[in-house]
């Protein structure tokens, strides 16, 4: 953080740890990125794929896409979820770790959802009993279902379970989760005799910060009629809308679509690399950084921080290695 707030990059820490940008720009890590790579005279070579990795007596041989080839004294594997690279450091001895995807949002085909797409809550907590998994955070929904750091974390947490699930699986949010179900049962039955409330529409007047838009599809999914005041109510009904707001079911049919991930759990097995230096146990003089190898988190800057921290340990590593003839 440090580093990019003193090249001119303020930066801001949100209440759930997560780190951005004041600008809420990418471009803005980015542009200051390739600013200062340039500034030290890295050399950038554009659709310049690389084929295979050749291990050579000392040094590397890059095999690349257009058939030409380089050599190199130290490598450093910082491609991200790539399969063919994935493949090409199998032939080389590593172990790679089946990937899959992290950090996604779910399908979700219910008509509590239906026209609801942008609404946004700023504290649930999403269960997925099953797997054992459960988080807290902003929820958003959208066209396909529901996204947000809630969501985002849950997928990080359980990415290996929901694969082998193929997405399909069940989740209960609790749409108000500071209050607890029986006393939120106990507060909503109240407003049945409450002077403030007996002659409210139920419906028409949204409760504990949520939006209207949702607070209706609640209400109806409670089977609560549009006309209805709190003193219309029978107790039943109103603890149907006590379960509805701090258990709701949603079947999850399905994960974004692909490429729309934004991280993979899985790759390069971590016991075949050196954590000090970030060089391969294996193959000496190759080094990694990022999500060629097995490791993910959270969104919010984490997986940044995981792959700048190994770049630069890897990157001293490179130059001080007693491997460089010079």
């Keep these: ?108 085909r219910d008509p509590r959802l239906k026209d609801l797409a942008g609404v946004s809550v700023p504290n649930v907590r999403i269960t997925l009993p099953v797997g054992g998994f459960e988080t807290e955070g902003p929820l958003l929904i959208t066209h396909w279902g529901v996204s947000g750091p809630a969501v985002l974390k849950l997928s990080s947490f359980g990415a290996r379970w929901m694969a082998q699930q193929d997405y399909r699986f069940t989740i209960f949010v609790n749409w108000i989760p500071d209050e607890d179900p029986e006393d939120l049962f106990e507060e909503l039955n109240g407003y049945r005799k409450d002077f403030d409330f007996q002659r409210k529409r139920v419906v028409s007047n949204a409760l504990y910060g949520l939006p209207l838009r949702l607070w209706k599809s609640l209400c109806t999914h409670a089977r609560i009629p549009e006309t209805a005041n709190w003193s219309d109510l ?81 990157g001293h590593a490179m130059v001080d290695s007693p491997f460089n003839a010079d």
Excluded: Y
């Design 234 to 314: 029978p107790k039943p009904v109103v603890r149907r809308l006590a379960e509805t707001l701090s258990e709701s079911s949603f079947q999850v049919v399905d994960k974004s679509t692909f490429k729309e991930e934004f991280v993979t759990a899985g790759g390069l097995a971590l016991d075949e690399v050196n954590f000090q230096s970030f060089e391969s146990r294996i193959v000496p003089g190759l080094f990694f950084a990022g999500e060629a190898l097995d490791i993910d988190a959270l969104t919010g800057g984490f997986n940044f921080q995981a792959a700048w921290t190994g770049a630069w340990l890897a």
């Design 1 to 108: 953080m440090e580093w990019f707030t003193d090249r001119g990059v303020d930066l801001k820490i949100e209440e759930d740890g997560r780190v951005f940008p004041v600008s809420n720009q990418s471009s803005s890590i980015a542009d200051c990125l390739l600013e200062f790579a340039q500034r030290a005279g890295v050399v950038f070579h554009l659709k310049s794929g690389v084929k295979r990795i050749e291990p050579l007596e000392q040094g590397f041989n890059l095999h690349m896409e257009s058939g030409e080839s380089h050599v190199f004294d130290r490598v450093l594997v910082a491609t991200g979820g790539s399969k063919k690279m994935w493949d090409n450091l199998q032939t080389l001895g590593h172990t790679i770790v089946p990937p899959v995807a992290s950090l996604f949002t779910f399908n979700i």
